[in-house]
């Protein structure tokens, strides 16, 4: 009743429009763009309309970069999210010194540029001058040498993956546990809980909320995974630790190849997005008797 | 059976508390009698919370011994006490169905299945919560979540005392009424011991055979809500219950009188007697519902300049000025009350004196 019709209001949502398009929009176009044609020189290009994609997606590299890539960020969920769950659960609970310490140490890998945590790396895994290659190469007396055998590489660059990233998954959990009223905890005391049930039917659906962000942010940063790796090993040795964007910077600016790599981007995008939705979905209703 | 006893308990949340007011409870006796329905009452920070959470055992005192039964229970854990609380803030588990809800407790002691269900319908249909048992706990109303904590505490057969702080603060009001009438229901059919913390006199007086009042982590006085009323042992019980509270005014003894600002109240004179050999400073107390009004002079009345007459539907408050002093007077609906001067009685029967906060017998 009343409702006016105009229009003009659609002028209302016009800058949040133009943000949007010149955010996301319009730069995934000109990726869209070149996926479709074939560009030999500023003024010479044809429509090929999807050979690209079919081509990329029959290449045996970027079939095994993609299987390389999922079981990395498997790999880092299966790891991060209970290893920092169980750093919050041991954190310090009482504001304190203690706590304000522990936050600050746990924060600080996160507070480092990517490529300084690779360098750190590469220094820290050097046999002769690095403290941890010294250590496993001299005083374990194991011959350690990640740039040329594979498992090394992968083992160290999941070690530097998780020293990077684990803080940010216990600060989350440290944050969802700190939410918990005592009431929680004390009824628990009351009901004669163990420690387990305390863990499973409190402090984990407690936690819930902050856990999904903490798997979305994990999947998301580690299949986008670029610096640090591609400081440490370079993609190697061979392809072994060539992740989809090392992949995928290889061609679009090592060998410039912008058709391929425009239809590469896509598809890679289209990867994230599609994982986050089912990841989000999923957790949405995970506890709460919904049918996931 | 669960008579719990405190013998000299005293609690601080310091390490080396220095003074009594480092104390959040100050060294205190008491008894709570097996079936008694008790309520603990006073302000916030007045140690409510801790007296109750030293009875359960999820806090130890500092000092003195817990009793359980006879027993010193002092450190006994809270899981093997038989006394289940209910908190401020309903807490379900949030995964579980109402039935698992319930079945935790009792599952967490490895009673056998058919049993737990055996309790869990039982309880679950006296709450009135029998038809939503296979639903999620979480999507239920703040009452019915609040009636799954309580029930938490009555599936267990052992259970012979249950705690409740303010439980129905998050409680609408229509709801607070039928939930406070099915705990008395619960007292009367289980025959257990009910302390139940509030800062909400109505509530406590109604709830209670025996109210505790706690000011500043000392309980200034346990009695029936009509002794609170009637007889209040402490300057502060005179305050805070009652609406408004009770008047209390700074006096002196004068004969068998007492003065207040040059207005001379009489007393029995056996009672003033013993108020002059009353250390500290005194005061006179009276309840508003005690005081009498006149609009004339008449004998035993003392002339007041009548400042205020508030009109509350079914009584009047009538603020008077005695000499520098405020009181209040609260006169019945039909009585005329004119602004100016006006004269008021003080029955001796129900004028109190007390010395240093503490009544004169």
Redesign the interface.
């Known amino acids: 009743m009343g409702k006016i019709f105009d229009n003009r209001a659609w002028f209302l949502v016009l800058p949040m429009a133009l943000l949007v398009a010149f955010n996301a929009l319009i730069p995934l176009m000109t990726v869209v763009n070149y996926s479709v044609q074939d560009v030999f020189d500023a003024t010479h290009r044809i429509f090929v309309g999807a050979d690209w994609y079919r081509e990329i997606l029959r290449s045996d590299r970027l079939q095994s970069a993609l299987l390389r890539q999922f079981v990395f960020s498997g790999l880092v969920l299966l790891i991060e999210i209970p290893l920092g769950v169980a750093i919050a659960l041991v954190m310090p609970r009482k504001s304190g010194w203690a706590t304000s310490l522990t936050l600050v140490l746990m924060a600080l890998p996160l507070l480092i540029p990517w490529n300084v945590i690779g360098t750190i790396w590469v220094i820290f895994l050097r046999p002769d001058i690095g403290l941890l290659g010294h250590f496993i190469d001299h005083t374990l007396g194991i011959r350690f040498d990640y740039p040329t055998v594979p498992l090394e590489a992968w083992v160290s660059v999941m070690l530097m993956e998780v020293w990077h990233w684990t803080p940010l998954v216990a600060l989350l959990a440290y944050a969802g546990l700190r939410a918990i009223p005592d009431a929680y905890y004390q009824a628990a005391r009351i009901d004669g809980a163990s420690a387990w049930a305390v863990f499973r039917y409190i402090q984990l659906p407690k936690m819930r909320g902050v856990l999904t962000i903490a798997i979305l942010l994990r999947f998301v940063f580690s299949f986008l995974i670029y610096t640090e790796p591609f400081v440490l090993t370079g993609g190697g040795p061979g392809d072994s630790t060539t992740f989809l964007s090392i992949y995928l910077v290889k061609i679009a600016v090592g060998e410039f190849d912008v058709g391929r790599a425009g239809a590469f981007s896509i598809i890679y995008f289209l990867i994230v997005l599609a994982f986050s939705y089912v990841f989000y979905q999923v957790l949405q209703r995970v506890g709460t008797g919904e049918k996931a | 059976m669960a008579r719990i006893e405190f013998k000299g308990v005293a609690h601080s949340y310091l390490r080396s508390p220095k003074g009594l007011g480092d104390y959040a409870l100050q060294p205190m006796d008491m008894t709570f009698k097996d079936g008694g329905a008790y309520a603990l009452l006073g302000p916030s920070g007045s140690g409510k919370t801790t007296l109750l959470?030293i009875t359960?055992g999820?806090l130890f005192p500092s000092e003195g011994q817990v009793l359980l039964d006879g027993v010193d229970s002092t450190h006994l854990?809270?899981?093997q006490r038989n006394?289940?609380?209910v908190?401020?803030?309903p807490?379900i588990?949030?995964?579980?169905?109402v039935f698992d809800n319930f079945a935790?407790?009792l599952r967490?002691?490895k009673i056998k299945e058919p049993e737990v269900r055996r309790r869990v319908v039982q309880v679950a249909e006296m709450l009135g919560l029998g038809d939503v048992l296979n639903k999620?706990a979480?999507g239920l109303a703040a009452d019915a979540k609040q009636k799954i904590?309580l029930g938490?505490?009555l599936v267990r057969s052992d259970v012979a005392a249950i705690l409740f702080d303010e439980p129905l603060t998050v409680i609408d009001p229509h709801s607070k009424w039928s939930l406070r009438r099915q705990l008395k229901q619960i007292h009367h059919e289980f025959k257990l011991t009910l302390i139940y913390v509030t800062h909400d006199q109505a509530e406590a007086l109604t709830f209670a055979d025996q109210v505790v009042v706690l000011h500043e982590g000392r309980a200034v006085q346990v009695g029936s809500p009509t002794d609170l009323f009637e007889r209040p042992t402490h300057t502060f019980v005179g305050h805070f219950i009652g609406s408004p509270g009770m008047n209390i005014m700074p006096c002196e003894i004068d004969g068998s009188g007492a003065r207040i600002d040059g207005c001379l109240i009489a007393l029995d004179p056996d009672y003033a007697k013993r108020a002059a050999s009353a250390n500290g400073k005194l005061q006179l107390g009276i309840r508003p519902e005690f005081v009498r009004y006149r609009a004339s002079a008449a004998e035993g009345y003392l002339p007041a300049e009548i400042t205020l007459v508030e009109d509350l539907g079914n009584y009047k408050i009538v603020t008077a000025r005695l000499g520098g002093q405020l009181l209040k007077a609260k006169v019945s609906e039909d009585m005329r009350v004119a602004g100016g001067s006006g004269w008021l009685g003080f029955p001796s029967k129900w004028t109190r004196l007390y010395a240093d906060g503490d009544v004169v017998n």
Do not use: C, E, K
Request: glycine fraction near 4%; charge should be positive; avoid cysteine.
């Open positions: 959470n359960s999820l854990p809270t899981a006394i289940a609380q908190f401020q803030f807490v588990y949030d995964t579980m169905t935790f407790p967490n002691r999620r979480r904590s938490r505490g």
